[in-house]
């Protein structure tokens, strides 16, 4: 019998599968070629205790030296909503001149730790840089907790 993980299982954050959606880029097969791609790979990393991708996809000048997963949290990640990716509808008055090689991305993931229910509501800040091997990659730059009590 074999160990292989269920082709038909649903990728973390909502994607058919984990082959055909974030897989590849924890695998470091792809590079995620939008703000939103990484956001949701990045979460898949989460509910995967992936710390290597995590770190890899955190800009060098925000990167914390310290690891973002522990291997022994019990933390159940339950669902991912992507509420908006601001450069792309540009939904916000008071933003500067599109800059291509920025973006934000809005987003609620659900999770629960010792039964309780929690939410994390996050504008997450994105930018696209090329390195040194010629390829553009989106990197985690920082994110913000908007007022919940609009």
């Known amino acids: 019998m ?3 993980a269920k082709p038909a299982a649903a990728c973390p954050c909502g994607g058919a599968s984990l082959a ?3 897989g590849p880029y924890l695998a470091g097969q792809a590079v995620a070629q939008t703000a939103e791609a990484l ?3 990045r979460y898949t990393a989460y509910t995967l205790k992936n710390e290597a991708y995590l770190q890899a996809s955190w800009h060098p000048g925000t990167r914390p030296a310290e690891p973002v997963t522990d291997e022994n949290e019990k933390i159940q990640w339950l669902g991912l909503e992507v509420k908006s990716a601001l450069r792309l509808r540009q939904r916000k008055a008071d933003l500067p001149e599109v800059q291509p ?3 934000t991305v809005e987003f609620v993931a659900r999770f629960r730790v010792g039964g ?3 939410r994390l509501h996050e504008l997450s800040r994105f930018v696209r840089e090329t390195g040194p091997d010629g390829i553009a990659r989106w990197f985690y730059l920082d994110g913000s907790f908007p007022n919940e009590n609009k």
Do not use: E, G, P, V
Request: proline share 0%.
């Open 2 to 4: 074999s160990n292989k």
């Open 116 to 118: 309780r229910a929690h």
């Open 39 to 41: 956001m949701r790979s």
């Open 101 to 103: 090689d920025q973006d």
């Open 20 to 22: 055909a959606c974030c």
